[in-house]
């Protein structure tokens, strides 16, 4: 099978700084990809980079077969995006903004507005649908923003943090949509912190740890391969990281001390 | 942390912070967070672009040079051979419109900032501290603004009236200022008490608007009415005096020099020191506590379970949708007209000045053929009979020049939206962005007063009005080519009056330009032939202005 996604050799970097060292990984269609590792490993950046956000990086990437930069920019359409605490026109109303990006995707008037609906009343928005976005709680920004990202019915989704805010029903929900959209065929690129839900969504987890991938493969797979049996474990074996008992007590002391 | 001189002089004054309930250590250390703070923040898109983080408080400080030109005006005031307390009164009532203005536009949002309060409030810190940490941290912008726009004036009365005219002057701002910042402070904690969420805020919102439009009128009113007042009569005390806090500052200043002494000097002079003091007193002690409780109803929010388009978005929504080309244009279209008719901070500029013509023009056009005992049928004869259509340009251009607010946004980084779209070059998001500037603002504007105007000045004229109202896209499209062209609404709201000082200049150029040319073709060749001239000059501008690729804005701008 074709990869949908093909990273291969990816750097880049701020300034002297260094954030991706050669990152290379495939996706295939279908798949849920969760994009793990610590702050600051560059999961945001390679996202970036994979929407044609970042031109200045160094190797290929090639989504739907060809280099993005070759391609031109309509497989972007076939892409939705939750960027990582996403700004948005806060003085429009959920409707408004929905529109607007529907618009811009260029989807037709009336499948817009009735899709809309749904999604909207089934995350239970639709009483602040014509309020300001401004007025919204975090959470139902979020579903605002997860409604945004698929409302042009995209192949491939880039999810980065999307549920943070959520309660616990919504994340539920969330879970079961994910795995509803990967049956659907839909390739998911789901990058968190919160290991308990990675752990449940993905099929293959991605761990990006000093600018290169430090691990790629099932939980399964990567359960045997470090010896832990959960994510978080293995999140702490691969990035070499055991000293946390350590660390919170000496963190204690100091502040009663 | 930076210690800052300020605060060094804020020291001298502690005892009396004290005195009102305040805990001052905390304060100057609040304050301290808040000058740092305004010096750190960066205001370009760019935030990974560490080389030119552009400071906030350098754009304030390099926007003083307008002021300190607008100072020299006024200063010549101080030369006319009035009595003191006339020129002084003059003067002040000429100062205070401007400071409660910019009191009103740019630091409502500082007296109104919820972000500290998530901080400060869960500490053990007093509301009053914190409502005393925000006033000193406006009154050290507004003493700024104050001496820039004074500067002037302080050198020339001193050299008119002595060197005593610098401290009492002095003094006198400083009140002023005490005053204008606890008017703002009063009226907002008022409207804090009756309304809430975003309800609470369009009501600060047109509150502001009327304001600064109310401002604009009153101050051309004033002069023009000080014109027939006998001067005499000015001099000598009236009881109307007491009202109008211009003539207790003149007072001070008067009766400091020595002039002019009476008993309604010094009891003026005693309302110029007692009012601001006791108003900012009051403020603090009583009214703080009361602001800081209802401050957090901004954040409630809304629920709107019946919701109905106005007529106007549905007909734009209906037709933006039959656009030829590009359907990004009509998504454009769409939104810009929902941004420019939702953001307050967009609204806040663009009302008061396209009011505020609105309102003055009738005047000014029937003002200047009024007399007494004139009938309505002479009147409009007379104006008929003049060149007074041409002051349609007025509207026209107050409602093109500020076509530069699509560029900003009050959620500009929201921006990022448009690079993730499939669009192979950013040309119809900038296009759609002034069509739907054009379509939401400048047609409706057009066609109110096209039809106005028609009343005043019948068919006769009908042609050459019209050709006034095409200056208007004309005018805009004009503008757009001529400054940077950025993704729409996709900077940091800034006030665009005082971001450049040549924009002023450029568009009363452009102006001048199209009615002269208007003028020329109507004497000497054929308004048709110039009508012809627009739409071609619309037509054109509208396709060579765009030729935009994503590399000429700003790149890795996400």
């Known amino acids: 099978m074709e990869p949908i996604i093909e990273v291969k050799d990816l750097v880049m970097s701020y300034g002297n700084q260094a954030v991706l060292k050669g990152v290379n990984f495939r996706v295939y269609p279908g798949q849920v990809i969760g994009y793990i590792g610590p702050n600051g490993a560059g999961k945001s950046t390679t996202i970036k980079i994979i929407l044609g956000l970042i031109a200045k990086y160094h190797g290929t990437v090639k989504v739907f077969g060809e280099d993005i930069w070759k391609q031109g920019v309509f497989y972007k359409g076939r892409i939705g995006y939750v960027p990582e605490n996403a700004d948005v026109y806060e003085s429009l109303s959920g409707h408004e903004y929905i529109s607007f990006v529907g618009d811009l995707y260029g989807v037709p008037a009336e499948i817009l507005a009735a899709r809309a609906t749904k999604l909207v009343t089934l995350l239970d928005l639709s009483d602040f649908y014509h309020s300001r976005i401004s007025s919204y709680s975090k959470g139902m920004r979020q579903k605002l923003l997860i409604i945004a990202s698929v409302i042009h019915n995209p192949d491939v989704l880039f999810l980065d943090e999307p549920i943070t805010g959520l309660d616990v029903n919504s994340v539920m929900i969330f879970k079961e949509i994910i795995a509803g959209l990967a049956r659907q065929g839909k390739t998911v690129f789901y990058s968190s912190h919160i290991m308990e839900v990675v752990e449940k969504i993905s ?38 990281f055991n000293n946390h008992k350590g660390i919170a007590d000496h963190f204690v002391a100091a502040v009663v001390g | 942390m930076q210690d800052f001189a300020v605060l060094k002089l804020l020291d001298r004054f502690q005892s ?21 703070l305004d010096g750190r923040r960066v205001a370009t898109l760019q935030m990974s672009d560490a080389t030119a983080p552009e400071m906030e408080d350098n754009r304030f400080f390099r926007s003083m040079w307008i002021y300190v030109l607008a100072s020299i005006v006024k200063a010549v005031l101080l030369l006319m051979d009035w009595p003191l307390f006339l020129v002084m009164t003059i003067y002040i009532s000429l100062l205070m419109p401007a400071l409660m203005m910019t009191m009103v536009a740019d630091f409502s949002v500082v007296l109104l900032d919820l972000r500290d309060r998530m901080i400060l409030s869960p500490r053990p810190v007093e509301a009053r501290t914190i409502s005393a940490a925000r006033v000193v941290h406006i009154l050290i912008y507004l003493s700024v603004l104050t001496g820039a726009l004074n500067l002037a004036g302080l050198v020339v009365g001193a050299y008119r009236f002595g060197v005593l005219f610098i401290p009492l002057m002095l003094v006198s701002l400083f009140l002023l200022c005490l005053l204008v910042v606890a008017l703002a402070s009063l009226l907002y904690t008022a409207a804090l008490k009756y309304f809430d969420g975003e309800k609470l805020k369009d009501m600060i919102n047109a509150f502001q608007v009327i304001i600064m439009v109310g401002m604009n009128i009153g101050l051309v009113l004033f002069l023009r009415t000080f014109r027939l007042f006998d001067l005499e009569l000015a001099v000598s005390w009236q009881w109307w005096m007491y009202l ?3 003539s207790w500052f003149a007072a001070l200043i008067s009766l400091g020099m020595g002039e002019a002494v009476s008993a309604s000097m010094v009891r003026l002079t005693a309302m110029a020191i007692i009012i601001p003091i006791s108003a900012m007193l009051f403020y603090v002690k009583v009214i703080s506590p009361v602001f800081e409780q209802n401050i957090a109803k901004f954040a409630s929010v809304e629920r709107v379970l019946h919701h109905r388009e106005s007529i106007f978005t549905a007909v734009l929504r209906k037709v933006s949708r039959l656009l030829p080309g590009s359907r990004v244009v009509g998504a454009l279209v769409r939104g810009s007209h929902a941004l420019l008719t939702k953001e307050r901070a967009l609204k806040l500029q663009l009302y008061p000045s396209i009011f505020g013509t609105l309102l003055l023009m009738p005047l000014v056009l029937v003002g200047s053929h009024w007399e007494e005992g004139i009938t309505f049928v002479e009147l409009i004869a007379r104006l008929r009979a003049g060149p007074g259509y041409y002051s349609l340009y007025m509207i026209i251009v107050s409602a093109a020049t500020m076509i530069p607010l699509i560029w900003f946004s009050e959620n500009h980084k929201a921006a990022w939206l448009y690079r993730a779209m499939p669009l192979p070059e950013p040309t119809p998001i900038v296009r759609g962005a002034v069509l739907g500037y054009i379509v939401s603002l400048v047609l409706p504007i057009s066609v109110i007063s096209y039809a106005v105007m028609m009343l005043l000045f019948g068919f006769e004229r009908a042609l050459d009005l019209f050709v006034i109202v095409m200056g208007g896209p004309l005018m805009v499209l004009i503008i757009v080519r001529l400054t940077n062209k950025r993704l729409p609404f996709s900077e940091e709201v800034v006030r665009i009056q005082t971001k450049s000082g040549v924009g002023g200049i450029l568009t009363l150029g452009i102006a001048g330009g199209l009615a002269l040319a208007h003028w020329l073709f109507a004497a000497h060749v054929s308004l048709y032939a110039y009508l012809v001239l627009q739409v071609l000059g619309i037509l054109y501008l509208w396709q060579t202005s765009f030729p935009l690729t994503w590399q000429a804005l700003d790149d890795d701008s996400v």
């Open chain 1, 203 to 240: 099929d293959r987890i991605i761990l990006l740890h000093k600018g290169v991938v430090a691990a790629d493969g099932t939980v399964e797979e990567l359960q045997r391969a470090t010896l832990d049996d959960s994510l978080q474990g293995i999140f702490s074996t691969v990035t070499g």
């Open chain 2, 16 to 36: 009396a912070f004290r005195r009102m309930g305040v805990d001052y250590r905390l304060m100057r250390r609040i304050v301290q967070v808040k000058l740092a």
């Open chain 2, 244 to 246: 109008l806090p211009p």
